[in-house]
């Protein structure tokens, strides 16, 4: 196991958004990790997590460093009405690599668990190793692979890959779709026969 005594993962408060926006232009700008691309809007990324810290749908977590109390990593619940919630997490680039991302992401799942969520649901890079790693030492699931679908400021269209995690007995028990038979144009691949 990891070491990752000297971080502390909390709820975030309204004075660590500067801190927060700052640790996301940085990872940002290595530009290989995130959706989120460099120039993106602080403006607009201030008032989504100021709003979101009196929303029952969101948690957004941060990870400090206690030595420092420097803000050293952030993640992000949104709980969808239907039941799906989405995860994203991002750490300084000195802090990878120690465990700390096990500790936010399963702080993560539990605050989509507390949002009553069924599932939990992130997107990845498919290159992104660490963080595809780690996803799957956590039970995440890949779902798919939706191709072409990113258009990156280098003009570059990136793949991403699709990860699940059940967190109640919705996915463990299967998946049934709605329930209805599949439509037979389906491609045999991807259809439920015992729907
Ligand atoms: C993804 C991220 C949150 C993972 O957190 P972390 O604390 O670095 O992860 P860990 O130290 O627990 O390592 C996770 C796994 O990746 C492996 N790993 C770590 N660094 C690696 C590297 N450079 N190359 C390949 N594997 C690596 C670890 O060995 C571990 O795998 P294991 O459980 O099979 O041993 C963190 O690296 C990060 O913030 N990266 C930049 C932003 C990002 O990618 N966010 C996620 C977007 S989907």
Redesign the pocket.
Known sequence: M?DVEGVTVRDMRAADVPEALDLLEE?AA?GI??GTEPGFDRHRRREHWLDGLSDPMVRTLVVVDRATDRLV?QGTVHAARYGVAEL????AAD????????L??DALIEAARGMGAHKAE????PH????L??YL?RGFAVEGRVRAHYRRASGQVWDAILMGLGLDRVLADGSHGSGLPDAPCLPSSIQIRDA
Do not use: D, I, T, Y
């Open positions: 990891a990872v290595e990790w995130l990593g994203g997490m991002n750490l802090w990878r690599g120690r465990g700390v991302g096990g936010l992401l992130l997107q990845v890079w992104n190793e660490p963080a790693r780690l030492s």
